[in-house]
């Protein structure tokens, strides 16, 4: 009866994408070796018959592209836009809301990594990418969050894909399910790294710097949107440091986000209405003349889990003994980084939640939140120093402020003025209990260090003055 729409275009997170060598040219041909997957008359018809009533495109330059896969179809194509574009376009303005949902805090930036499928895709080159990524930046400038294409997740399930990832999890990644949630990583992200998925496209589109690995590029034809992205992109080189190549994606953001938006919609923001119009034509009846709504992306919902157990570097920086710079690399992912890039370490402070018993075992510092405390804190301590026989201090940390414990007893509570994140009073009295540990002993040694100013970046310093008591 031809009652169907189909809307070929862009599809979300890579899906449709071509196999290797299909919609390539080859040096010197002035034709596609292949046809373009879903503008073909492979795809079209059957037994020569057309069959879809409509087809939308996202962009005015497929039509070319129809007429040399399937000539016939040329009459029922429509310029529908691309409404996965223009959710993201009506989610911009909530970009806080959504890093708040991911747990980010200020001057913390997000590098939003994403993977098609098969083989030939990011995450199925090199599984240890994301791990190698957060050993190689600061956990307390930089977090990670990963998306990968929903069918990797039903090819091989959540079992097994966190299992894969085990070790990054531990560190903190932010893994995106696959149902909902690119689009809240991609607005929140400061930078995206992708493969030939679509992502990388939609993430430079609005206005995201953009790494692209290369190695999925041949099956991309070079006249997409993705094609021509791959030209204005900084490629991603997993084997050389990653800040210089942020850094230079940053350079080319104008560029690149002129390139996407040029090829990524004919009809920004009008996607819903044209395909709603198109399908009530075909089904014979007036469309409603009200707009379609256009909604943001919902906050992403990322389950509570327990702070991860750091290295922690701490070097003077400024004229002040409370002028310090601080380094937290998470243990879980510390031996993913290649030797020669390895920073050095520090202490090992330990969530006191902390599973993995080598690292545990290893911990100079054992630390928790009061709310997650599991008895009183001197019981909690009494214990800790029990069975953990490295630990030389723990330290009960809240909002307001720390209490730290020595193994032979002492105990030093250290009041912060008020700060702006809890994230930031969690990172000072981890800061104040790494110079307990090493080189600010007694409690009038602590107190000298007021006020604090721990620059975790070059553009972003966290600073409290406080006070201490004993006993």
């Given at each position: 009866?031809?009652?169907?729409?189909?809307?070929?275009?862009?599809?979300?997170?890579?899906?449709?994408?071509r196999?290797?060598?299909?919609?390539?040219?080859?040096?010197?041909?002035?034709?596609?070796?292949?046809?373009?997957?879903?503008?073909?008359?492979?795809?079209?018809?059957?037994?020569?018959?057309l069959?879809?009533?409509?087809?939308?495109?996202?962009?005015?330059?497929?039509?070319?592209r129809?007429?040399?896969?399937?000539?016939?179809?040329?009459p029922?194509?429509?310029?529908?836009?691309?409404?996965?574009?223009?959710?993201?376009?009506?989610?911009?303005?909530?970009?806080?809301?959504?890093?708040?949902?991911?747990?980010?805090?200020?001057?913390?930036?997000?590098i939003?990594v994403?993977?098609?499928?098969r083989?030939?895709?990011?995450?199925?080159?090199?599984?240890?990418?994301?791990?190698?990524?957060?050993?190689?930046?600061?956990?307390?400038?930089?977090?990670?969050?990963?998306?990968?294409?929903?069918?990797?997740?039903?090819?091989?399930?959540?079992?097994?894909?966190?299992?894969?990832?085990?070790?990054?999890?531990r560190a903190?990644?932010?893994?995106v399910?696959?149902?909902?949630g690119?689009?809240?990583?991609?607005?929140?992200?400061?930078?995206?790294?992708?493969?030939?998925?679509?992502?990388?496209?939609?993430?430079?589109?609005?206005?995201?710097?953009?790494?692209?690995?290369?190695?999925?590029?041949?099956?991309?034809?070079?006249?997409?949107?993705?094609?021509?992205?791959?030209?204005?992109?900084?490629e991603?080189d997993p084997?050389?440091p990653?800040?210089?190549?942020?850094?230079?994606?940053?350079?080319?953001?104008?560029?690149?986000?002129?390139?996407?938006?040029?090829?990524?919609?004919?009809?920004?923001?009008e996607?819903?209405?044209?395909?709603?119009?198109?399908?009530?034509?075909?089904?014979g009846?007036?469309?409603?003349?009200?707009?379609?709504?256009?909604?943001?992306?919902?906050?992403?919902?990322?389950?509570?889990?327990?702070?991860?157990?750091?290295?922690?570097?701490?070097?003077?920086?400024?004229?002040?003994?409370?002028?310090?710079a601080?380094?937290?690399?998470?243990?879980?992912v510390?031996?993913?980084?290649?030797?020669?890039?390895?920073a050095?370490?520090?202490?090992?402070?330990?969530?006191?939640?902390?599973?993995?018993?080598?690292?545990?075992?290893?911990?100079?510092?054992?630390?928790?939140?009061?709310?997650?405390?599991p008895?009183?804190?001197?019981?909690?301590?009494?214990?800790?120093?029990?069975?953990?026989?490295?630990?030389?201090?723990?330290?009960?940390?809240?909002?307001?402020?720390?209490?730290?414990?020595?193994?032979?007893?002492?105990?030093?509570r250290?009041?912060?003025?008020?700060?702006?994140?809890?994230?930031?009073?969690?990172?000072?009295?981890?800061?104040?209990?790494?110079?307990?540990?090493?080189?600010?002993?007694?409690?009038?040694?602590?107190?000298a260090?007021?006020?604090?100013?721990?620059?975790?970046a070059?553009?972003?310093?966290?600073?409290?003055?406080?006070?201490?008591?004993?006993?």
């Amino acid at each position: 009866m031809g009652m169907d729409i189909i809307s070929i275009g862009r599809r979300e997170k890579g899906e449709g994408r071509r196999e290797k060598g299909e919609g390539r040219r080859e040096k010197g041909e002035g034709r596609r070796e292949k046809e373009v997957f879903g503008l073909s008359e492979d795809t079209l018809k059957h037994d020569g018959r057309l069959i879809p009533a409509a087809i939308g495109l996202s962009h005015a330059e497929q039509l070319d592209r129809l007429a040399e896969g399937c000539k016939d179809a040329l009459p029922i194509a429509f310029i529908a836009g691309d409404p996965c574009y223009d959710r993201l376009l009506a989610s911009a303005p909530r970009r806080l809301d959504h890093r708040h949902a991911l747990g980010l805090v200020p001057g913390q930036r997000l590098i939003t990594v994403n993977s098609t499928w098969r083989e030939e895709s990011l995450f199925g080159l090199d599984l240890a990418l994301v791990p190698r990524l957060m050993a190689r930046l600061p956990y307390d400038e930089f977090r990670v969050a990963l998306v990968l294409h929903p069918n990797a997740w039903a090819a091989h399930g959540r079992a097994q894909i966190e299992l894969w990832i085990d070790d990054a999890l531990r560190a903190g990644l932010i893994l995106v399910p696959p149902d909902e949630g690119w689009r809240a990583a991609v607005i929140a992200a400061d930078h995206v790294i992708s493969d030939h998925g679509s992502v990388g496209v939609y993430a430079a589109a609005v206005g995201r710097p953009v790494l692209l690995d290369p190695a999925g590029r041949e099956a991309i034809d070079p006249e997409s949107g993705l094609g021509r992205l791959f030209e204005a992109a900084r490629e991603l080189d997993p084997e050389t440091p990653i800040r210089p190549q942020l850094r230079e994606a940053e350079r080319r953001v104008a560029r690149t986000h002129a390139t996407a938006t040029a090829w990524v919609s004919s009809a920004p923001g009008e996607s819903l209405r044209l395909i709603r119009d198109v399908a009530y034509r075909i089904m014979g009846t007036a469309p409603p003349t009200v707009e379609p709504p256009l909604l943001a992306a919902p906050a992403l919902e990322i389950p509570g889990a327990p702070g991860p157990s750091c290295w922690v570097h701490v070097e003077q920086w400024g004229g002040h003994p409370g002028d310090l710079a601080v380094r937290r690399v998470p243990a879980a992912v510390a031996g993913f980084a290649p030797s020669a890039a390895r920073a050095p370490l520090g202490v090992l402070i330990a969530n006191g939640a902390e599973d993995d018993h080598r690292i545990a075992g290893m911990a100079d510092i054992m630390s928790r939140h009061r709310s997650e405390l599991p008895a009183d804190e001197e019981t909690w301590s009494a214990d800790t120093f029990r069975h953990r026989p490295g630990a030389r201090l723990t330290v009960v940390h809240d909002d307001a402020g720390a209490s730290v414990r020595t193994r032979d007893g002492d105990r030093i509570r250290i009041d912060l003025d008020p700060v702006g994140h809890p994230a930031s009073a969690e990172l000072l009295c981890t800061v104040l209990a790494e110079r307990m540990a090493t080189g600010a002993p007694t409690p009038e040694a602590v107190a000298a260090l007021s006020p604090l100013r721990v620059r975790v970046a070059d553009d972003h310093t966290v600073e409290a003055a406080f006070l201490v008591t004993t006993g």
